[in-house]
């Protein structure tokens, strides 16, 4: 601190003496005393903290993080007092112990209206990390573009029965039309181009919102946790999706664009919460396609951070090219490459998700 933050503090140039002051004389006849009022110091304002409605718009970040700063959560080679990639102390996740029991199930879905986001990739890594812990998970394709059936090796387009059938069909069963993939503990309902006849034949149907939650309590009872991949968009699907889950995980890419979309989500959010299903929560925000390398990668998610605080997954799925193998190869890279960082990212992604959703 200089002297310029003290009251009463004169800077001259360094020329420049300063002048001594001449007091003024004192008055012939004493003046009548004035009686002095001191102000009442005014009371502190109160500090609202709540986030702007457009979040691309936030300050710049301060903090600089560097490659050396981030390690994974639960890095056993790595100190635990590191920031990670949030710009927060990396948490102690405790180990996922064996379930004691079977569901019913945490319905959880993986949603955001931009494409290319990481939602398919999400659900199908997340899913198999958290099956690896011995519960039975369920993931449920609700795109019509079936990536994630893509993804888990079934082919949209020899399929016989998918969800479609589910939703508009009465007479066909869960059991029909889910199918066991080739990860213990993980199955699959399965969606092909079908899927998108349902949005325009569903806006006829009493009660359209909730025909996914009407096909899934049968088997809520069966599963511990069903993930939802969602379309990229917010229209009578995703709302399906959101009307029959208990949560919600946003993934977001680590860029300009995907953070410009975030505040129109968080405004659908709380319209299902409100009029349809005052039980949704968003369990978090995972930072996905993640180059620490980056300043725009760095800034982009510390902005979030800033926004939404603790609601922010410490995991951060960084950049890989093991990702579009895995969709090759048509497997989760829990198995394709179990020892890769990647790997292990779902892994501490998982355990997030069962500590702030218990299940068995």
Same mark, same amino acid.
């Given at each position: 601190?200089?002297?310029?933050?003290?009251?009463?503090?004169?800077?001259?140039?360094?020329?420049?003496?300063?002048?001594?002051?001449?007091?003024?004389?004192?008055?012939?006849?004493?003046?009548?005393?004035?009686?002095?009022?001191?102000?009442?110091?005014?009371?502190?304002?109160?500090?609202?903290?709540?986030?702007?409605?457009?979040?691309?718009?936030?300050?710049?970040?301060?903090?600089?993080?560097?490659?050396?700063?981030?390690?994974?959560?639960?890095?056993?080679?790595?100190?635990?007092?590191?920031?990670?990639?949030?710009?927060?102390?990396?948490?102690?996740?405790?180990?996922?112990?064996?379930?004691?029991?079977?569901?019913?199930?945490?319905?959880?879905?993986?949603?955001?209206?931009?494409?290319?986001?990481?939602?398919?990739?999400?659900?199908?890594?997340?899913?198999?990390?958290?099956?690896?812990?011995?519960?039975?998970?369920?993931?449920?394709?609700?795109?019509?573009?079936?990536? *994630? +059936?893509? /993804?888990?090796? #079934?082919?949209?387009?020899?399929?016989?029965?998918?969800?479609?059938? &589910?939703? !508009?069909?009465? %007479?066909?069963?869960?059991?029909?039309?889910?199918?066991?993939?080739?990860?213990?503990?993980?199955?699959?309902?399965?969606?092909?181009?079908?899927?998108?006849?349902?949005?325009?034949?569903?806006?006829?149907?009493?009660?359209?919102?909730?025909?996914?939650?009407?096909?899934?309590?049968?088997?809520?009872?069966?599963?511990?946790?069903?993930?939802?991949?969602?379309?990229?968009?917010?229209?009578?699907?995703?709302?399906?999706?959101?009307? *029959? +889950?208990? /949560?919600?995980? #946003?993934?977001?890419?680590?860029?300009?664009?995907?953070?410009?979309? &975030?505040? !129109?989500?968080? %405004?659908?959010?709380?319209?299902?919460?409100?009029?349809?299903?005052?039980?949704?929560?968003?369990?978090?925000?995972?930072?996905?396609?993640?180059?620490?390398?980056?300043?725009?990668?760095?800034?982009?998610?510390?902005?979030?951070?800033?926004?939404?605080?603790?609601?922010?997954?410490?995991?951060?799925?960084?950049?890989?090219?093991?990702?579009?193998?895995?969709?090759?190869?048509?497997?989760?890279?829990?198995?394709?490459?179990?020892?890769?960082?990647?790997?292990?990212?779902?892994?501490?992604?998982?355990?997030?998700?069962?500590?702030?959703?218990?299940?068995?």
């Amino acid at each position: 601190m200089n002297e310029s933050t003290f009251p009463g503090t004169q800077h001259l140039p360094s020329s420049m003496e300063p002048i001594p002051s001449t007091p003024d004389p004192a008055p012939a006849t004493p003046a009548e005393p004035t009686p002095q009022h001191t102000p009442a110091p005014p009371s502190p304002a109160r500090t609202v903290v709540t986030p702007p409605s457009n979040y691309a718009e936030m300050p710049r970040p301060t903090a600089k993080l560097t490659a050396e700063d981030m390690a994974p959560v639960n890095d056993p080679h790595g100190p635990r007092n590191k920031i990670g990639p949030t710009g927060r102390p990396l948490p102690d996740l405790p180990e996922v112990k064996p379930p004691t029991r079977r569901g019913p199930a945490q319905v959880i879905a993986m949603c955001n209206q931009k494409g290319g986001v990481g939602k398919t990739t999400t659900t199908i890594n997340l899913g198999a990390a958290i099956a690896e812990t011995g519960r039975k998970v369920l993931l449920i394709d609700f795109d019509p573009q079936g990536s *994630a +059936s893509i /993804g888990l090796g #079934v082919q949209p387009h020899d399929l016989e029965l998918s969800v479609y059938n &589910l939703l !508009m069909q009465r %007479d066909i069963t869960p059991a029909e039309v889910i199918q066991a993939t080739r990860v213990d503990n993980l199955d699959l309902l399965p969606a092909n181009i079908d899927l998108s006849a349902a949005e325009v034949q569903l806006v006829q149907e009493v009660a359209r919102e909730y025909t996914l939650q009407r096909v899934l309590e049968p088997i809520i009872p069966l599963y511990d946790v069903i993930l939802i991949d969602c379309a990229p968009s917010l229209g009578l699907l995703t709302v399906n999706a959101l009307t *029959a +889950s208990n /949560g919600i995980v #946003v993934p977001l890419e680590c860029e300009f664009f995907a953070l410009r979309g &975030l505040a !129109m989500l968080t %405004d659908t959010i709380g319209k299902v919460q409100d009029r349809l299903n005052p039980k949704l929560e968003i369990v978090g925000i995972l930072g996905t396609m993640f180059d620490g390398r980056t300043t725009h990668a760095r800034e982009v998610l510390d902005r979030v951070v800033q926004a939404f605080d603790e609601r922010v997954f410490h995991t951060v799925i960084r950049r890989t090219v093991k990702f579009p193998e895995t969709t090759v190869v048509g497997e989760p890279i829990t198995t394709y490459a179990p020892s890769s960082q990647a790997a292990t990212q779902y892994r501490d992604l998982a355990k997030e998700v069962l500590a702030r959703c218990p299940v068995g």
